[in-house]
């Protein structure tokens, strides 16, 4: 509720007369770590706002649940350093008993059919070697012997530093951190406008809460608004520097064995990725209950607007993610896959565009408007990556 907005004057601002030092636009996992961060050093008064009346309900709740490795992204990239930051962060705090967290560390393996697959294995483990994730191969005989029901003809890569996390539990661990150090939470909150005030040098918020509009003052924006991003972007920005966004949904499948899931595998299988592919192919997961599923796919959305998304898992694609699935795991049945649930990727590049270049994270503050930081594009791995991308935000401001 609004009501949860306690307005506090007594902070050390800029300006010295806006409500809040920083207000974040979303509250997702990414949304929740940076106001948790932010809140952490001394003098700020952060807001943070959530459409929503419960954080992370959107993309931070549909998702793989992965710890990624951090090893496909290019060694300069934004993906590549905040997967590996974010994941270090993730596992340093679990093993030091910082966080209760449900984890598992449970390893990876990329499972090659052909040679133009083993040849695509053989350059991603030299992409891990540069980045110095930890990678190898191992023999296809042995494999067989420890799980038989998963096909690999040509090779398999295991990455053992993959593992899954409960991303409601990682929500709620930063959500504590933050009110335990005083940050402000404003649910069911949703930003309608946003303006710079140039004399004062801050920004009004217009914030829609109960059917009524409130204006805060702040002296700085984080938007991390996930999938209404660039809409969020788009309401200050000059019309020459709005971004254009496309969405890309990934469908999963759910599928229940008739024995155990360690019969089947105790590692996550991925395939190799199709050249160019704006996903990582319909790999075979499980959750920490043990539920396992297939996906994501890739389906490019016809919609412009992130309110006009039908998560509805689409049933026409159960077809192809069963003859992707069959290829690594044989004993699947077209009958046995289920539509679950979706994601949606927020892709600021067109799929024209996207099969040219690679989409890194964009993660900036925006010319002439002084302290507001944009967050686009943050699809996978920015489950992973969050604490990582919360730190970085936090550079840009302090260091
Ligand atoms: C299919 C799929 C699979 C993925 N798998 C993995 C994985 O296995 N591992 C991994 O590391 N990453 C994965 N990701 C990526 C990861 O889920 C996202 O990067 C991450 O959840 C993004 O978090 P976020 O906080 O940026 O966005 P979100 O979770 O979407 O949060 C944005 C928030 O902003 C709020 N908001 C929007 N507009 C307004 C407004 N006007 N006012 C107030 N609030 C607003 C929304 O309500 C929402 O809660 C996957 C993504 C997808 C789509």
């Not at 040098?201 to 209404?228: C, K, P, Q, R």
Request: charged content about 25%.
């Amino acid at each position: 509720m609004f009501s949860r907005i306690n307005k506090r004057f007594l902070h050390h601002s800029i300006t010295c007369h806006s409500d809040f030092s920083h207000i974040v636009i979303g509250g997702g996992i990414v949304g929740i770590s940076t106001a948790s961060e932010l809140q952490n050093v001394k003098g700020n008064n952060v807001l943070l706002v959530e459409k929503n009346h419960k954080l992370g309900e959107e993309t931070t709740s549909r998702n793989s649940e992965v710890i990624h490795a951090g090893l496909y992204y290019p060694p300069n990239s934004l993906k590549a350093k905040l997967c590996i930051k974010g994941k270090n962060k993730i596992y340093d705090a679990w093993n030091k008993g910082k966080f209760q967290i449900d984890l598992q560390k449970c390893g990876k393996w990329i499972v090659a059919q052909d040679e133009i697959e083993e040849e695509y294995l053989n350059n991603l483990q030299k992409n891990a070697d540069e980045l110095e994730v930890p990678v190898e191969f191992i023999s296809t005989k042995r494999a067989k012997s420890i799980h038989p029901l998963i096909k690999a003809n040509k090779a398999i890569l295991e990455s053992p530093t993959t593992g899954i996390i409960s991303a409601h539990d990682y929500v709620l661990f930063h959500e504590g951190r933050f009110e335990n150090n005083g940050g402000t939470l404003g649910l069911s909150s949703k930003v309608k406008d946003i303006s710079y005030n140039k004399g004062n040098l801050n920004y009004s918020v217009m914030i829609e809460s109960d059917g009524e509009i409130m204006e805060m003052t702040t002296d700085n924006i984080i938007n991390s608004a996930g999938l209404y991003a660039a809409e969020i972007a788009n309401m200050i920005l000059p019309k020459e520097k709005q971004y254009d966004y496309y969405f890309a949904k990934g469908n999963y499948f759910s599928f229940t064995p008739e024995i155990p899931l360690g019969k089947i595998t105790n590692k996550l299988i991925y395939p190799c990725p199709n050249p160019n592919a704006a996903s990582l192919g319909t790999h075979l997961t499980f959750d920490l209950g043990g539920q396992l599923r297939f996906g994501p796919d890739l389906e490019w959305l016809n919609v412009t607007r992130a309110d006009d998304i039908d998560y509805t898992p689409n049933p026409q694609n159960l077809k192809s993610a069963y003859e992707a699935v069959k290829k690594y795991f044989p004993a699947i049945t077209q009958n046995s896959l289920h539509p679950s649930y979706s994601g949606i990727r927020p892709k600021i590049l067109s799929p024209e565009e996207n099969k040219k270049q690679f989409a890194d994270f964009i993660i900036k503050e925006e010319e002439n408007l002084p302290g507001f930081i944009n967050l686009l594009g943050i699809e996978s791995p920015g489950l992973t990556a969050s604490w990582a991308i919360a730190d970085y935000v936090k550079d840009l401001y302090y260091k």
